[in-house]
């Protein structure tokens, strides 16, 4: 195992309204990142969080937010649901300083689906 | 935008035959190359990972090539067995910042027996 835990592992959510999804890892895994994968897609990334502060974005609107927390966990929130958010969300964290080349492990995700 | 296309979307083998995927990259700053396999209902578990300064590593029956100058990586399987069945994803790190990743849309392998 990865030692990244993420909950909840389902949600049904409507279209419209806000979600908030979880992850914890291990002690010194101090990097945090977060994508999203489609049915049949790879996963794409959403964006990155090193010591508290985003340094890094993918190609997602501002309704996606995030934040870390100095015990390593994190969050991602979604404001104003669409029916395409519908998606497996990964958290993925490292131990390194949030530098490029660096082993990413993934939690098992969250299944979000929007009605 | 930066862009991994990976091929072939799914590929058929018998146990013992070796399986190849082929990824190409667009972004020529990506320095770091992985492989992710993930089975239905799963994670993605990283297998295997290059950089950019090895042209191959391999690792039991699994190796991973790099052609820096022509922007493309593979993912070799050899004397493959049933349990490689998986959707297999190649990635290279984007150049914006920290460890962010750039996913091909995946590889179906089955491995029949």
């Known amino acids: 195992e990865t030692g990244v835990t993420q909950s909840p592992t389902h949600l049904i959510k409507t279209r419209g309204q806000q979600v908030t999804l979880r992850c914890s890892s291990q002690s010194g895994h101090n990097t945090v990142s977060w994508y999203q994968q489609a049915l049949g897609q790879g996963p794409q990334f959403i964006f990155q969080?090193?010591?508290?502060?985003?340094?890094g974005r993918g190609n997602f609107p501002p309704r996606f937010s995030g934040l870390q927390f100095p015990n390593y966990s994190s969050e991602l929130n979604v404001n104003a649901l669409e029916l395409d958010d519908s998606a497996l969300y990964l958290c993925?964290?490292?131990?390194?300083?949030?530098?490029?080349?660096?082993?990413?492990?993934f939690g098992s995700g969250t299944q979000l689906s929007v009605l | 935008g930066e862009n991994v296309e990976q091929h072939p979307s799914t590929l058929s083998v018998q146990e013992g035959d070796s399986a190849v995927i082929k990824c190409t990259y667009s972004?020529?700053?990506?320095?770091?190359f992985p492989w992710y396999k993930q089975e239905l209902g799963k994670r993605p578990q990283l297998i295997i990972d290059i950089r950019s300064n090895v042209g191959e590593k391999k690792d039991q029956r699994i190796a991973v090539t790099l052609n820096k100058t022509a922007k493309h990586f593979s993912l070799h399987i050899t004397e493959t067995q049933p349990e490689d069945s998986a959707v297999y994803f190649c990635?290279?790190?984007?150049?914006?910042?920290?460890?962010?990743?750039?996913f091909g849309k995946g590889t179906t392998l089955s491995v029949s027996s």
């Open positions: 972004d020529s700053a990506s320095n770091y």
């Open positions: 990635a290279a790190n984007l150049n914006q910042a920290g460890t962010a990743l750039i």
């Open positions: 969080y090193y010591r508290e502060e985003e340094n």
């Open positions: 993925a964290t490292t131990s390194g300083t949030g530098f490029r080349n660096e082993k990413l492990f």
